[in-house]
Nanobody, 115 residues
Framework: QVQLVESGGGLVQAGGSLRLSCVAS?????MGWYRQAPGKQRELVAR???????DYAHSVKGRFTISRDNAKNTMYLQMDSLKPEDTGVYYC????????????WGQGTQVTVYS
């Protein structure tokens, strides 16, 4: 099973930006970011195929940008115009089969947005 390591979380004022990174131990077809906010269901924020096709949750569309560097087995999430409701633990996820559920999860990185 592939190992995923996230970094880049932190504390930021509303309107600010953060960039998350996720390094995978091998090449993966589909990668994505989930987030878990206190008291809320886990939410798929964005996902990206190895060819670059992307998909976003409605709540982040236009503010977040997912990208990847396949040569480095690394995925990024650029988060701009952050809002307090973006606060949560962000998890890097992956699956070798885009038709299958995400089977690998990182340890998570905390993002806190204050107003």
């Amino acid at each position: 099973q592939v190992q995923l390591v996230e970094s880049g979380g932190g504390l930021v004022q509303a309107g600010g930006s953060l960039r998350l990174s996720c390094v995978a131990s091998g090449s993966i077809s589909l990668m994505g970011w989930y987030r878990q906010a206190p008291g809320k269901q886990r939410e798929l924020v964005a996902r990206i195929l190895s060819g670059g096709v992307t998909d976003y949750a409605h709540s982040v569309k236009g503010r977040f940008t997912i990208s990847r560097d396949n040569a480095k087995n690394t995925m990024y999430l650029q988060m701009d115009s952050l809002k307090p409701e973006d606060t949560g633990v962000y998890y890097c996820v992956s699956t070798p089969d885009p038709a299958a559920p995400f089977g690998s999860w990182g340890q998570g990185t905390q993002v806190t947005v204050y107003s």
